[in-house]
């Protein structure tokens, strides 16, 4: 239940928030995964949130709509799509609401990242497939972290 209203919040949240102050440390962030990444096979999406003791946030690396390169995500997916991985906010483009994996299914024959708002849809390399968003998802920068189940994801510890 928290963790849903966190989640909920968390792009209410990033819209009023203030910019950072100086002072507030610009960094990777390390971020552990439930799915190694030399283990993910193709199609596959590991959702991941910004660590919360001391509370941090992801830097987007780009975007267009309600994302830009340098605003706050507070989650993100790492997706392994045609051999590439990509990591992602998981911040939708058009206002801000969180996306969720919808795996292949009967009725639903591509995977993709759908946001429960007002029904936008991106593809697993970030495109949109379906509107109102008309820019695809915001990439994080990140590399390999010291393990196959931790990578370093571009933030800022917020420390409140
Ligand atoms: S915020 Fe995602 S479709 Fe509007």
Redesign the pocket.
């Known amino acids: 239940m928290t963790a849903t209203v966190i989640t909920g919040l968390a792009?209410i949240l990033v819209y009023f928030w203030p910019a950072p102050p100086k002072g507030q440390k610009k960094g990777p962030l390390h971020v552990a995964l439930q799915t190694p990444v030399d283990q993910l096979q193709d199609g596959d999406a590991v959702k991941f949130d910004a660590p919360r003791n001391p509370n941090s946030a992801f830097i987007m690396a780009d975007g267009g709509g309600?994302n830009a390169p340098g605003e706050l995500a507070f989650g993100g997916f790492v997706v392994k799509n045609q051999g590439k991985v990509n990591v992602f906010a998981i911040n939708?483009?058009?206002?801000?609401?969180s996306?969720a994996l919808a795996k292949a299914a009967p009725g639903h024959p591509e995977a993709s990242f759908d946001?429960?708002?007002?029904?936008?849809r991106f593809r697993l390399d970030g495109s949109v497939l379906h509107?109102?968003?008309a820019y695809p998802l915001s990439h994080l920068s990140w590399k390999q972290g010291p393990n196959p189940s931790e990578i370093e994801v571009e933030g800022i510890v917020l420390g409140f």
């Open positions: 792009p309600d939708c483009s058009h206002l801000g609401c996306v946001c429960p708002c007002h029904g936008s509107g109102p968003a």
